[in-house]
């Protein structure tokens, strides 16, 4: 993947402007499944960033004549939103100020955006007090996101079975309330010498040992008690 470093000047009272590398090219891609407003927002990061260098006025006419002959600042923000597929001229459109009268929004609802579908939705809470924001499902957290399908399950409810560490012996039971709450219940009886569970009552009897939810609970059946 093409990275492109892009540079931010800093004053310096003794040697004028000085460049540092900073960041690269990668924002939100144009062809993402993301709300504008998100891709907006990097945008317009890009161009304030450019725009509101804190320089001394002899300064910002050396910045404004580099701006304008596009070797530095002007041409890195076009160069990004290129590599991202954004046309040139959504500099000016997305920083183009608003001349829309603005609410104050005392109320917020967020949305799940899949698509320009969902707009279809929001825009019925245009002229209310209601802000709409969107969230995305389309994200590193949910890309890199670890396999725990199994934990999952133990939050279900059902029948279960459970396996005796030293023996065949196998208890079978079923519960509304989730695996693991049931498969605690058990432990907390063997802890504290409790009748309720008979899978308790084998290991105390026998003294025979007993594992961890993962090790000794298998499910067998998903559903509602009854």
Known sequence: ?????????????????????????????????HPFEHKKAAINFLINRMNQYPLPQNNKNIEENIVRTKNIDENIVRTILNNNNYPLNTILHTHKPSTKNTTLKNKWATFTYFGHEIRSITKLFKNTEVGISYKTKNNIKHLLKINDDKNDMYNLSGVYQLQCSDCPLKYIGQTGRTFKIRFKE?????????????????????????STIDKILEVLHIGKKG
Not at 11 to 19: D, E, F, K, Q, R
Not at 186 to 199: A, K, Y
């Open 186 to 210: 058990h432990t907390c009886d063997i802890n504290n010498n409790g009748q309720s569970s008979r899978f308790a009552q084998h290991v105390l009897d026998t003294t025979h040992e007993y």
């Open 1 to 33: 993947m093409f990275c492109l470093l892009y540079h931010i000047h800093v004053w310096c009272p003794t040697h004028g402007n000085l460049s540092k590398t900073t960041t690269t090219d990668l924002i939100i891609h144009n062809d993402s499944c």
